[in-house]
Structure formats: C-alpha cells, structure tokens
C-alpha cells in the first residue's frame, strides 16, 4: 500500500458512522489491519463487540470512500500533515488516553515527541491583569525546550500565542473545525504566523464548522498533548475548568493562578486551588520547579540511594521497574512502554514508591533508587 492509499484508509476510518475513537481502535485490533476492516463481510462485523448491524453494512458497502477521497485531495492540495495514533509522528502523550481521535491534521512545523508541552488556558472574557500574567508566564518559560498550547480563542488563549511568538516559542493552537478555516477570522494572521514555528492541530475534516458541541471534545486534546496545565483566568464554570478537568483524569500536571476572591473571572481558578485540583503558581519560577524544568537543576544527578533488600514485588510490578531507570522518566513513556493502562501504572508506581524501590519527582516523573 503506498503512502497515499494508506492515508485514504485512515481517514475513512475516522467517518464511519456511529463509530467514535474507541470503537475505531476496537475494530483495528480484531481485524488486524485498516484494509481488513473494509475487506470483511457485514456477517463477520457484526461479531465485532459494540458494531450493530446498521454500522456493520455502513462499513462493508464502502459508501464513505467517496469523503474520504474528497477529504485526501484538499489534504494533498493544502500540504497538510496526516498523524494516525500507529504511526509514530503521532504525539506520543495522546497515545495514552483512551478517548483521544485516531487520526489528527496538522498544518505546520512540529516534531509533537521532543520539547516539554505546557497547555495555557483561560476565559474569553480576560482581564489586564489576566493578560499580563499569561505574556509575563510564556516570556519566562523561553529558552527552556517548552512549546505553548492553546485553543486559538478569544482572550488568554490567543494572548497566550500571541506571546509566544513575540518570544520565539513554538506554539500550537488546537482548533475546533476543519483546517479550511480559522476561528474566529480574527486569529487568522496569528494562525499563519503559527505555522512558521509551531502550527494548528485539528482532529475534524475540512468543512468542519465550529460547532459548539466540538469545543469541550477540543478541549480533550489540549489536556492530553500537554505536560501540564495552567488557568491564568476561569469563572466558575467554562471551557478552561474542563480542560484543566480532563487533563487531572490524564494524569496531568494541573497549575492556576490565584485571583481577588470578588473577582468572577477568578472563581475558578480560586476553586481549583481551595479543592487541590490545581497547584497554586504565581508565576513561571513556580511552574518551573514543581516540573523540574528548572534549567540549573538539569543535568544534576542525586545519588542513589541503596535499595532495600528482599523487597517483593507483584508480576505487575516487576514488569514496571523492568521500564522505570535510573534516569528521570515521566509517567506517560513509562505506560507506553508498559504496555498497561494509565490508571493502573499510577496505582503501581505510588505502591513501589510506597516500597522505597522508585522516587517521585514534580512533573509526575519517576526514578529507580
């Protein structure tokens, strides 16, 4: 299969109807192959758990290779980058998260499994204030190997890009509609510049509108492409408090500045803080250490502290000391190359930690003692 044929396949998969990421991975891993899911019969199909009837003969008569084709030609047509969740230019951190898409488009500048990836988000409605401690936090994390994340809205998002490309970090905005547009219009001279360093990230097809219901999906990929997360400004309930929401279910680092208890936009961040849902920052310094960012720290090695003796461990826990080194490892490496659920390398890690055989550092990063 060529390099074309084998795009045209992926993006088929992903408009098959009434099948979502997870069921895509599902019909992937039973029948072994993206040619072998349009090969079988509707019979065979619908043996597969979860595919009724109606989806099985939706699959077998083919009729969506139409759109994937129309969708491949505005692919070829605007050079913009395919990233299929088995190929290995996808990003690495999403592979772990069980409802992320399969396939996402990108047009842009991007290598998504090097750098440190830091999601800045925020109300629409933002501040002065609110503004100058998201220029104030980018502006200090430059030169420290760190790509800044957000949606391409209004307010602390767009400041948030904005200011990355006034320090020279890279930045990616994920958007919530096809990549035939930019919104809102706007943001289009900003998201153009983006694509020199950086770039735009979408999970849906050209033609896409920005729908409201695809926003909060959106917001699922910006919680899981990060290393961390930061609410600059949050009413109490909003977009910005469900990505800093998700990316806590992902396993990741959740930070916020604190704001005048008066203040609407910052009920929520204020909330998050009291209910230890995010780690109260009051600038980049903070960030910087609880995520062992730190560039004066980098490099050092603590010397290893001499590992109990005797020490049993489960079959489980073997294989995970077998991936955790003697050198940092974050989280999200360790469960890929485990090969086991988040949720369960979190429940092993914190039971070897508790046996003195791993240390925990900020950044939900680990090391063999």
């Known amino acids: 299969m060529n390099k074309e044929d084998k795009i045209l396949y992926q993006i088929a998969l992903t408009m098959i109807p009434n099948v ?69 230019d996808f990003p690495a951190r ?11 488009y990108f047009k842009g500048n991007m290598d998504f499994n090097k750098h440190r990836y830091l999601g800045v988000v925020g109300t629409r409605k933002s501040s002065e204030y609110g503004r100058y401690l998201t220029e104030k936090l980018v502006e200090e994390c430059a030169g420290k190997d760190i790509i800044i994340v957000s949606g391409m809205a209004y307010g602390i998002d767009i400041c948030a890009h904005k200011a990355a490309l006034k320090f020279g970090l890279p930045t990616v905005g994920v958007m919530a509609h096809g990549l035939d547009r930019i919104y809102p219009p706007e943001h289009t001279e900003v998201a153009r510049d983006m694509t020199v360093k950086g770039g735009v990230l979408t999970e849906y097809p050209f033609n ?69 849902r995010a780690g109260l920052i009051s600038g980049a310094a903070d960030l910087l250490r609880m995520m062992s960012w730190d560039e004066d720290e980098k490099g050092k ?3 290893p502290a001499q590992q109990q003796l005797f020490v049993e461990l489960s079959e489980e826990e073997e294989k995970l000391m077998k991936v955790v080194t003697r050198e940092k490892r974050d989280i999200d490496s360790i469960a890929i190359d485990a090969g086991m659920p988040m949720s369960k390398v979190s429940s092993l890690l914190f039971a070897l930690e508790m046996k003195g055989v791993i240390r925990a550092y900020p950044g939900k990063q680990f090391v063999q003692v």
């Open 208 to 276: 896409t509108e920005p729908d409201r219901e695809n926003f909060p999906s959106r917001n699922r990929i910006v919680a899981g492409l990060c290393d961390a997360i930061v609410v600059v400004e949050a009413a109490e309930k909003g977009g910005a408090l469900i990505t800093a929401d998700i990316a806590n279910s992902y396993s990741r680092d959740v930070f916020a500045f604190p704001g005048r208890v008066n203040d609407p936009y910052s009920l929520g961040c204020n909330k998050f803080i009291r209910d230890n």
């Open 94 to 104: 999403l592979k772990n998260c069980n409802d992320a898409p399969i396939l996402l």
């Open 20 to 88: 979502g990421p997870v069921l895509a991975r599902i019909l992937l891993s039973y029948c072994g192959s993206l040619e072998e899911v349009f090969k079988q019969k509707a019979s065979q199909l619908e043996k597969i758990p979860d595919i009724g009837p109606k989806t099985a003969r939706s699959i077998a008569r083919q009729k969506i290779f139409h759109l994937a084709e129309a969708e491949l030609k505005n692919v070829l047509k605007k050079k913009v980058q395919v990233l299929f969740f088995l190929d290995d």
């Open 301 to 303: 090695k603590k010397k």
